[in-house]
């Protein structure tokens, strides 16, 4: 686990390889490459409200997906790729187990390190809900709105719980303490400052009172594991609602497919968060 880890007796190399999530799944492309495709197809099926502007910048677009009926729950779900990779439109797959439940749903994307700061990514997610509250009705989306994100997104969620429009969260694989990613070549990109640090980790700011479920996988790296483990117990001292979903044999990229399932464990639990 994390805190066991010696992590200023560690070089480089060991530092990275704590983090490097495509190294430890040998499948990881063919993962991401059949999420991909099968997003493709969904977007495909459901094109009637795609790439609408939220901001001002190329990736300031979000993808609505309204349900039948305009009150049902909106599912909000950030992409991942450590702030710095991917994009929306490769994770539109996630959301089908929630939409075959009635659900609506919406993905924003954002701008990626080092295009953008870390605090700029933020508050891109933070402008992404505020035009979805004001325009979402407009296009058949006002039900409570239920935000989840995994890996970069899962931690873009847990900052943004907080956020007005939002009812609940679930937090997939999601880094919640930034300071030792400072350490890798993760922060190549993001450059994090030590503000940053203090005001983006999850684990140093005030809990939000909303309910927030945190998921990771059994089989994901130990840092993210602990990282999830420590966030739930801050919140459970806190008296914070919200579960802690471990995926059982699940890896890092093996997990996202627990939302592509009606009945997959991470669906039930976005259903059970809007009862």
Known sequence: MQDKLDW?????AERDAAYNNTAAVANSAELNAARADRSARFRAAHPGALD????PRPRNRIDLFP???PAAPCLVFLHGGYWQRNTREQFASVI???YAHGWS???PGYTLAPDASLTEIAEEVTAALDWLAANGPAHGIRGPIVLSGWSAGGHLTALALSHPAVAAGLAISGIFELGPIRDTELNEK???SDGEIAALSPLRLPVSPKPLAIAYGT???PPLVADSRALHARRAAAHAPGALVPVAGADHFTIVLELQKPDGVLTRELVALAG
């Open 105 to 107: 749903a919406a993905l």
């Open 52 to 55: 609408l502007a939220y901001g």
């Open 96 to 98: 089908e187990g929630p």
């Open 8 to 12: 200023g007796a560690m070089s480089r």
């Open 190 to 192: 993001l450059m994090l």
């Open 67 to 69: 349900a039948a009926d």
């Open 219 to 221: 089989a994901e790296l």
